[in-house]
């Protein structure tokens, strides 16, 4: 049935294959979560990893790396935040699978041959901006912690280190996902890659501003560390998609 025109396919139908595919997706979400269940204790050390260095690095600072639960629910929290999180992050490569499996139908044969490559690079570039995001973690922090004043004690609750750390990794890697986006847009021909080198400092300018908003610490290392990158990728997206429709009749 998935190699079926889309035409030939009734409604009843899509909607059996729609809670087919939702419910694998929520499987390998679930499987996630048990295995970061599991593994709580070695990736919760491995998100205070850049904090626990910069208080050996900074004695200045008055702390020494230790998270600190102020209510009797904080453990659970933050253990059920990482295990969530986690379990998504863990499930996206087959979250994707699915979704391109249950549009399979109505793309034709010259589109189907880019949904691997799609796949592949929307992986990649989310792991690559959720390690970006890791490796200037204790940047970030130095910077905030510089700001809150030389007599100011730190003393992290885990539910809200947890809830920094991850939410600036989901960022960073839903960041890096733009190139995609526009690469997409340029093959459906929605727009012209003449048409965003042209208008290459108004992306720019949007990048930053997007950067900014999504980034949950507020920091300008954060911000410049998104937004660096996402600018330059911006430019490799349009020659990418200038590659790939350039033969195409006008």
Same mark, same amino acid.
């Given at each position: 049935?998935? @190699?079926?025109?889309? $035409?030939?396919?009734? =409604?009843?139908?899509?909607?059996?294959?729609? *809670?087919?595919? /939702?419910?694998?997706? &929520? &499987?390998?979400?679930?499987?996630?979560?048990?295995?970061?269940?599991?593994?709580?204790?070695?990736?919760? @050390?491995?998100?205070?990893?850049?904090? %626990?260095? /910069?208080?050996?690095? *900074?004695?200045?600072? #008055?702390?020494? #790396? $230790?998270?600190?639960?102020?209510?009797?629910?904080?453990?659970?929290?933050? *253990?059920?935040? !990482?295990?969530?999180?986690?379990?998504?992050?863990?499930?996206?490569?087959?979250?994707?699978?699915? =979704?391109?499996?249950?549009?399979?139908?109505?793309?034709?044969?010259?589109?189907?041959?880019?949904?691997?490559?799609? !796949?592949? $690079? +929307?992986?990649?570039?989310?792991?690559?901006?959720?390690?970006?995001?890791?490796?200037?973690?204790?940047?970030?922090?130095?910077?905030?912690?510089?700001?809150?004043?030389?007599? =100011?004690?730190?003393?992290?609750? %885990?539910?809200?280190?947890?809830?920094?750390?991850?939410?600036?990794?989901?960022?960073?890697?839903?960041?890096?996902?733009?190139?995609?986006?526009?690469?997409?847009?340029? /093959?459906? #021909?929605?727009?012209?890659?003449?048409?965003? /080198?042209?208008?290459?400092?108004?992306?720019?300018?949007? !990048?930053?501003?997007?950067?900014?908003?999504? +980034?949950?610490?507020?920091?300008?290392?954060?911000?410049?560390?998104?937004? %660096?990158?996402?600018? %330059?990728?911006?430019? &490799?997206?349009?020659?990418? #998609?200038? &590659?790939?429709?350039?033969?195409?009749?006008?």
């Amino acid at each position: 049935m998935a @190699n079926a025109p889309d $035409s030939a396919m009734p =409604v009843m139908e899509h909607l059996r294959e729609l *809670r087919s595919r /939702l419910i694998r997706c &929520l &499987l390998a979400v679930a499987a996630g979560m048990l295995l970061l269940l599991a593994f709580y204790d070695p990736v919760k @050390n491995f998100l205070t990893e850049p904090y %626990v260095r /910069l208080c050996a690095q *900074r004695p200045d600072f #008055g702390c020494d #790396g $230790s998270l600190y639960a102020l209510g009797p629910l904080d453990g659970f929290a933050a *253990r059920l935040r !990482i295990s969530t999180y986690g379990g998504f992050v863990g499930a996206f490569p087959v979250i994707l699978w699915q =979704v391109w499996r249950f549009i399979v139908p109505a793309l034709e044969k010259r589109e189907k041959r880019y949904a691997v490559p799609f !796949i592949l $690079s +929307t992986v990649v570039l989310f792991a690559a901006g959720g390690a970006l995001a890791y490796w200037t973690l204790d940047k970030a922090l130095e910077f905030l912690i510089s700001w809150a004043g030389h007599d =100011v004690n730190q003393a992290f609750q %885990v539910t809200r280190y947890v809830q920094l750390v991850v939410l600036m990794m989901l960022a960073f890697g839903i960041g890096f996902l733009s190139p995609v986006l526009i690469v997409f847009l340029q /093959l459906v #021909g929605a727009v012209r890659p003449r048409t965003l /080198l042209k208008k290459w400092r108004f992306a720019v300018m949007g !990048i930053f501003v997007v950067a900014a908003v999504i +980034t949950p610490s507020g920091d300008p290392i954060s911000l410049l560390a998104l937004a %660096v990158p996402m600018s %330059v990728m911006y430019g &490799l997206a349009v020659l990418i #998609g200038w &590659l790939l429709v350039r033969k195409r009749p006008a």
